[in-house]
T-cell receptor, first 113, second 116 residues
Framework: QKEVEQDPGPLSVPEGAIVSLNCTYSNSAFQYFMWYRQYSRKGPELLMYTYSSGNKEDGRFTAQVDKSSKYISLFIRDSQPSDSATYLCAMSRSGGSNYKLTFGKGTLLTVNP | GAGVSQSPSNKVTEKGKDVELRCDPISGHTALYWYRQRLGQGLEFLIYFQGNSAPDKSGLPSDRFSAERTGESVSTLTIQRTQQEDSAVYLC??????????????FGPGTRLTVL
Protein backbone atom coordinates (compact mmCIF):
# COMPACT_ATOMS: atom_id res chain seq x y z
CA GLN A 1 0.00 0.00 0.00
CA LYS A 2 1.35 3.39 -0.98
CA GLU A 3 1.62 5.99 1.77
CA VAL A 4 -0.60 8.41 -0.17
CA GLU A 5 -3.37 7.36 -2.55
CA GLN A 6 -4.98 9.72 -5.02
CA ASP A 7 -7.40 8.90 -7.82
CA PRO A 8 -5.66 10.03 -11.01
CA GLY A 9 -8.93 10.73 -12.82
CA PRO A 10 -9.18 12.23 -15.34
CA LEU A 11 -12.00 14.42 -14.07
CA SER A 12 -13.99 16.56 -16.51
CA VAL A 13 -16.58 19.10 -15.31
CA PRO A 14 -18.51 22.02 -16.82
CA GLU A 15 -17.59 25.57 -15.95
CA GLY A 16 -19.18 26.67 -12.69
CA ALA A 17 -19.29 23.19 -11.17
CA ILE A 18 -18.09 22.36 -7.69
CA VAL A 19 -15.06 20.08 -7.84
CA SER A 20 -14.04 17.67 -5.09
CA LEU A 21 -10.52 16.20 -5.06
CA ASN A 22 -9.42 13.70 -2.43
CA CYS A 23 -6.48 11.80 -1.03
CA THR A 24 -6.14 9.11 1.58
CA TYR A 25 -3.00 8.26 3.49
CA SER A 26 -1.71 5.58 5.79
CA ASN A 27 1.05 7.28 7.81
CA SER A 28 -0.40 8.75 10.99
CA ALA A 29 2.80 10.79 11.49
CA PHE A 30 1.81 13.20 8.71
CA GLN A 31 0.92 16.59 10.16
CA TYR A 32 1.18 18.99 7.22
CA PHE A 33 -1.16 18.61 4.28
CA MET A 34 -0.70 20.50 1.05
CA TRP A 35 -2.34 20.86 -2.33
CA TYR A 36 -0.24 21.72 -5.35
CA ARG A 37 -1.45 22.68 -8.81
CA GLN A 38 0.59 21.70 -11.84
CA TYR A 39 -0.10 23.04 -15.31
CA SER A 40 1.11 21.06 -18.29
CA ARG A 41 4.90 21.22 -18.74
CA LYS A 42 5.29 23.37 -15.61
CA GLY A 43 6.47 22.72 -12.07
CA PRO A 44 3.92 22.34 -9.25
CA GLU A 45 2.88 25.45 -7.33
CA LEU A 46 1.55 25.46 -3.79
CA LEU A 47 -2.16 26.25 -3.56
CA MET A 48 -2.94 25.72 0.09
CA TYR A 49 -1.70 23.95 3.16
CA THR A 50 -3.19 22.98 6.50
CA TYR A 51 -1.69 21.76 9.73
CA SER A 52 -3.36 18.80 11.45
CA SER A 53 -7.15 18.52 11.16
CA GLY A 54 -9.55 21.22 10.13
CA ASN A 55 -10.67 23.39 7.27
CA LYS A 56 -9.03 26.26 5.47
CA GLU A 57 -10.61 28.53 2.89
CA ASP A 58 -8.95 30.76 0.31
CA GLY A 59 -11.25 32.35 -2.21
CA ARG A 60 -12.88 29.61 -4.29
CA PHE A 61 -10.70 26.90 -2.70
CA THR A 62 -11.37 24.99 0.53
CA ALA A 63 -9.03 22.39 2.01
CA GLN A 64 -10.25 19.89 4.58
CA VAL A 65 -8.29 17.42 6.68
CA ASP A 66 -9.82 14.57 8.67
CA LYS A 67 -6.97 12.91 10.50
CA SER A 68 -9.22 10.37 12.18
CA SER A 69 -10.12 8.99 8.73
CA LYS A 70 -6.73 9.81 7.17
CA TYR A 71 -8.58 11.64 4.41
CA ILE A 72 -7.99 15.06 2.89
CA SER A 73 -10.04 17.01 0.36
CA LEU A 74 -9.79 20.07 -1.84
CA PHE A 75 -13.00 21.73 -3.01
CA ILE A 76 -13.10 24.20 -5.87
CA ARG A 77 -16.24 26.33 -6.13
CA ASP A 78 -17.39 28.00 -9.35
CA SER A 79 -14.72 26.19 -11.31
CA GLN A 80 -13.14 28.02 -14.25
CA PRO A 81 -11.38 26.77 -17.39
CA SER A 82 -8.19 28.26 -15.94
CA ASP A 83 -8.46 25.71 -13.11
CA SER A 84 -7.73 22.95 -15.63
CA ALA A 85 -4.54 21.34 -14.35
CA THR A 86 -3.23 18.39 -12.38
CA TYR A 87 -3.82 18.68 -8.64
CA LEU A 88 -1.35 16.94 -6.36
CA CYS A 89 -1.79 16.33 -2.66
CA ALA A 90 1.36 16.25 -0.55
CA MET A 91 2.08 15.56 3.08
CA SER A 92 4.90 15.74 5.55
CA ARG A 93 5.73 15.09 9.18
CA SER A 94 6.32 17.87 11.65
CA GLY A 95 9.72 18.62 13.11
CA GLY A 96 13.09 18.27 11.49
CA SER A 97 11.96 16.22 8.49
CA ASN A 98 9.05 18.43 7.52
CA TYR A 99 10.84 19.24 4.26
CA LYS A 100 10.39 15.70 2.93
CA LEU A 101 7.11 15.74 1.03
CA THR A 102 5.22 12.61 0.04
CA PHE A 103 3.01 13.20 -2.98
CA GLY A 104 -0.05 11.54 -4.41
CA LYS A 105 -0.11 10.68 -8.11
CA GLY A 106 -2.17 13.75 -8.95
CA THR A 107 -5.67 14.18 -10.40
CA LEU A 108 -6.01 15.63 -13.89
CA LEU A 109 -8.90 18.11 -13.95
CA THR A 110 -10.45 19.64 -17.05
CA VAL A 111 -13.04 22.42 -16.71
CA ASN A 112 -14.99 22.81 -19.92
CA PRO A 113 -16.32 26.26 -20.93
CA GLY B 1 12.38 38.14 -9.25
CA ALA B 2 13.37 35.08 -11.22
CA GLY B 3 12.04 31.72 -10.22
CA VAL B 4 13.82 28.39 -10.11
CA SER B 5 15.41 27.61 -13.45
CA GLN B 6 16.51 24.24 -14.78
CA SER B 7 18.53 23.18 -17.78
CA PRO B 8 18.27 21.56 -20.16
CA SER B 9 14.49 21.55 -20.50
CA ASN B 10 14.68 18.33 -22.50
CA LYS B 11 17.39 15.70 -22.72
CA VAL B 12 17.42 12.60 -24.89
CA THR B 13 20.25 10.18 -24.26
CA GLU B 14 21.24 6.64 -25.06
CA LYS B 15 21.19 3.89 -22.48
CA GLY B 16 24.52 3.68 -20.68
CA LYS B 17 25.46 7.34 -21.10
CA ASP B 18 25.90 9.77 -18.20
CA VAL B 19 23.73 12.89 -17.92
CA GLU B 20 24.01 16.04 -15.85
CA LEU B 21 21.02 18.17 -14.95
CA ARG B 22 21.34 21.69 -13.59
CA CYS B 23 19.23 23.72 -11.18
CA ASP B 24 19.49 27.43 -10.31
CA PRO B 25 17.46 28.13 -7.16
CA ILE B 26 15.79 31.38 -6.19
CA SER B 27 18.35 33.79 -4.80
CA GLY B 28 18.35 33.74 -0.99
CA HIS B 29 16.82 30.28 -0.69
CA THR B 30 19.07 28.13 1.45
CA ALA B 31 17.26 24.83 0.88
CA LEU B 32 17.25 22.93 -2.40
CA TYR B 33 15.44 19.73 -3.35
CA TRP B 34 15.42 17.29 -6.26
CA TYR B 35 12.37 15.20 -7.16
CA ARG B 36 11.62 12.69 -9.89
CA GLN B 37 8.22 12.50 -11.57
CA ARG B 38 7.64 9.42 -13.65
CA LEU B 39 4.74 9.31 -16.10
CA GLY B 40 1.48 8.83 -14.21
CA GLN B 41 3.21 8.92 -10.83
CA GLY B 42 3.56 11.42 -8.03
CA LEU B 43 6.75 13.26 -7.28
CA GLU B 44 9.41 11.16 -5.56
CA PHE B 45 11.82 12.90 -3.20
CA LEU B 46 15.46 12.34 -4.19
CA ILE B 47 17.74 14.62 -2.19
CA TYR B 48 17.72 17.71 0.04
CA PHE B 49 20.44 20.31 0.60
CA GLN B 50 20.36 22.84 3.42
CA GLY B 51 23.22 25.29 3.76
CA ASN B 52 26.46 23.59 4.80
CA SER B 53 24.71 20.63 6.44
CA ALA B 54 25.18 17.12 5.11
CA PRO B 55 22.56 16.52 2.42
CA ASP B 56 19.69 14.09 2.96
CA LYS B 57 20.30 11.56 0.19
CA SER B 58 17.76 9.05 1.43
CA GLY B 59 15.62 9.25 -1.73
CA LEU B 60 18.34 8.52 -4.29
CA PRO B 61 17.27 5.26 -5.97
CA SER B 62 20.72 3.84 -6.65
CA ASP B 63 24.41 4.69 -6.52
CA ARG B 64 24.18 5.75 -10.17
CA PHE B 65 22.51 8.93 -8.90
CA SER B 66 24.46 11.71 -7.23
CA ALA B 67 24.01 15.40 -6.65
CA GLU B 68 26.13 18.33 -5.63
CA ARG B 69 25.47 21.88 -4.61
CA THR B 70 27.91 24.76 -4.65
CA GLY B 71 27.33 26.79 -1.49
CA GLU B 72 23.78 28.08 -1.58
CA SER B 73 23.52 28.33 -5.34
CA VAL B 74 23.60 26.01 -8.31
CA SER B 75 23.03 22.27 -7.99
CA THR B 76 23.70 19.47 -10.45
CA LEU B 77 22.09 16.05 -10.48
CA THR B 78 24.18 13.40 -12.23
CA ILE B 79 22.89 10.06 -13.44
CA GLN B 80 25.58 7.64 -14.51
CA ARG B 81 25.06 4.74 -16.92
CA THR B 82 21.48 5.77 -17.59
CA GLN B 83 18.78 3.10 -17.87
CA GLN B 84 15.41 3.29 -19.59
CA GLU B 85 13.65 3.33 -16.21
CA ASP B 86 15.42 6.63 -15.48
CA SER B 87 13.17 8.32 -18.05
CA ALA B 88 11.16 10.90 -16.12
CA VAL B 89 10.82 14.60 -15.41
CA TYR B 90 13.40 15.73 -12.86
CA LEU B 91 12.15 18.66 -10.82
CA CYS B 92 14.17 20.98 -8.64
CA UNK B 93 12.71 23.15 -5.89
CA UNK B 94 14.09 25.68 -3.46
CA UNK B 95 12.84 27.28 -0.26
CA UNK B 96 13.79 29.26 2.77
CA UNK B 97 14.62 27.05 5.72
CA UNK B 98 14.60 27.50 9.44
CA UNK B 99 11.96 27.57 12.08
CA UNK B 100 8.94 28.16 9.86
CA UNK B 101 6.20 25.58 10.21
CA UNK B 102 6.19 24.99 6.52
CA UNK B 103 8.81 26.11 4.09
CA UNK B 104 7.02 26.58 0.80
CA UNK B 105 8.91 24.83 -1.94
CA UNK B 106 9.08 26.69 -5.25
CA PHE B 107 9.52 24.38 -8.20
CA GLY B 108 11.30 24.83 -11.48
CA PRO B 109 9.78 23.67 -14.79
CA GLY B 110 11.76 20.42 -14.75
CA THR B 111 14.07 18.57 -17.12
CA ARG B 112 12.36 15.91 -19.20
CA LEU B 113 14.82 13.03 -19.56
CA THR B 114 14.30 10.32 -22.16
CA VAL B 115 16.63 7.33 -22.21
CA LEU B 116 16.49 5.38 -25.46
Amino acid sequence: QKEVEQDPGPLSVPEGAIVSLNCTYSNSAFQYFMWYRQYSRKGPELLMYTYSSGNKEDGRFTAQVDKSSKYISLFIRDSQPSDSATYLCAMSRSGGSNYKLTFGKGTLLTVNP
Amino acid sequence: GAGVSQSPSNKVTEKGKDVELRCDPISGHTALYWYRQRLGQGLEFLIYFQGNSAPDKSGLPSDRFSAERTGESVSTLTIQRTQQEDSAVYLCASSFAGTRNINEQFFGPGTRLTVL
